[in-house]
Every structure is written in C-alpha cells, then in structure tokens.
C-alpha cells in the first residue's frame, strides 16, 4: 500500500491510499462498479442518444450511473466494459496502452493465405498501415468464412476497414475478449458483475503498475 507491504489488518483511506496486488492497482473507492456487457446488434454504444435509439447504458443498472470503456459500432456486437472507474477507462481505452481485443469476424468469401498474412503482417489504411495482429481462419462454409482478428489498436472502424482492404468485407462482427476477460456463457443484451480479479487483469492488461 502506497508503495509499502501492508500488515493484515491496516486500515485503508479510500480516498488517499493507493492499494495494489502484485503491482496491479485494488479498486477500493466507494461506489465504484464494473459491469461486463453483450453489446447486441443495433444498440448504440453512448450514454444518451438523441436520435431515441437504444443505447449500452439503458441495459445496465441506471444507478450509480456508468458509461462505456470504449467504443463498438451499432452493427458491432460482443463484449464492453462500463464502469464509473475514470482510471479503468484510461487504461482501456487510451492508445498508448494497446489494450488487446479479439473478435470473431465473418467475412464475405475465403480468404486466401496471402490476404491473413496481410492482416497479420498490418494493412494500408488511409493513416498508414495497421500494427501486426493475429488473425486465423476459424471457419469456412459457402459463401463466407469466419475469421479470429486480435489488435491493439483503437483506429475507426479497424477490423471493418482491414477486412475490406483485403477483399473480404465484413457480414458480422462480434467482439469475444477485452484483455484476458472473456465470457462466452453471456446472451446478447445480458450483464454481468466483474469480479475483482477480473478487474486487476483489466487494469493490468493496461499497462497499470503500482507505486514505487
């Protein structure tokens, strides 16, 4: 605690102390919640829309209010973060963190093993190319493929747009990890609590590390 080891039984300043695990921040302040949500197709990822569309934050408890770590498009569906933990939301969604992220993404098409290797390697988008990513053909039926993209980058519409660049655009997409928190049990349109340790493997898949 506040870069020394704690005795059991010290008592904690929520507002002043700085308490890790292993060099991993502890949220202790009061109030602070983290909800894991299945984003489903067509819902918007904001706290209030003006247009009426439904968004990420009418499907999760209204108090203590919350809004998302991050973005994911309307058509995008899967996993995301909303929490009232402003250092959290930092660490997930800034871009000097790299924050890593997996989607399952079916595609129009196969793609050929030049065209993964392209997503591997980064694809000319309009700001340069892509950083390095793992991609992996996981499924192909007729007429399409489904594919496993993991990045680390935060451009608009990345997967769409690197997808398309190789000539295989994007028929659904669905986010499956943020960092290592994962849930594959979880229905579209349902939430969850994020555990503690959940939460410590977010703030370290930040690049959060304690006081020295």
């Avoid at 909800?35 to 999760?60: C, E, F, H, S, W």
């Avoid at 969604?93 to 993404?105: A, D, I, Q």
């Avoid at 295989?168 to 555990?195: M, N, Q, Y």
Wanted: glycine share 12%; charged share 25%.
């Amino acid at each position: 605690m506040n870069g020394e080891i704690a005795a059991l039984g010290r008592r904690v300043d929520t507002e002043r102390d700085r308490v890790t695990l292993d060099g991993v921040p502890v949220p202790t302040r009061p109030g602070l919640v983290y909800y894991l949500l299945n984003k489903p197709r067509g819902v918007i990822t904001t706290a209030a829309d003006p247009q009426g569309r439904p968004t990420v934050v009418d499907l999760v408890p209204s108090e203590p209010r919350v809004v998302p770590a991050g973005r994911l498009d309307a058509d995008t569906e899967g996993l995301l973060v909303l929490t009232n933990d402003g250092d959290l939301i930092f660490a997930l969604t800034h871009p000097s963190r790299g924050v890593e992220k997996t989607y399952l993404v079916e595609v129009t098409g196969t793609p050929s093993r030049g065209a993964i290797r392209a997503l591997r390697e980064g694809v000319d988008l309009d700001a340069g190319l892509t950083a390095p990513a793992r991609a992996a053909l996981v499924q192909e039926g007729p007429g399409f493929a489904a594919l496993e993209i993991t990045i680390h980058e935060g451009r608009n519409h990345q997967v769409r747009r690197m997808c398309e660049a190789v000539g295989h655009p994007v028929r659904r997409l669905v986010r499956t990890r943020i960092g290592r928190l994962a849930d594959p049990s979880l229905k579209p349109g349902e939430w969850r609590i994020i555990s503690g340790p959940e939460v410590r493997s977010l703030y370290e898949a930040g690049g959060v590390e304690g006081a020295e």
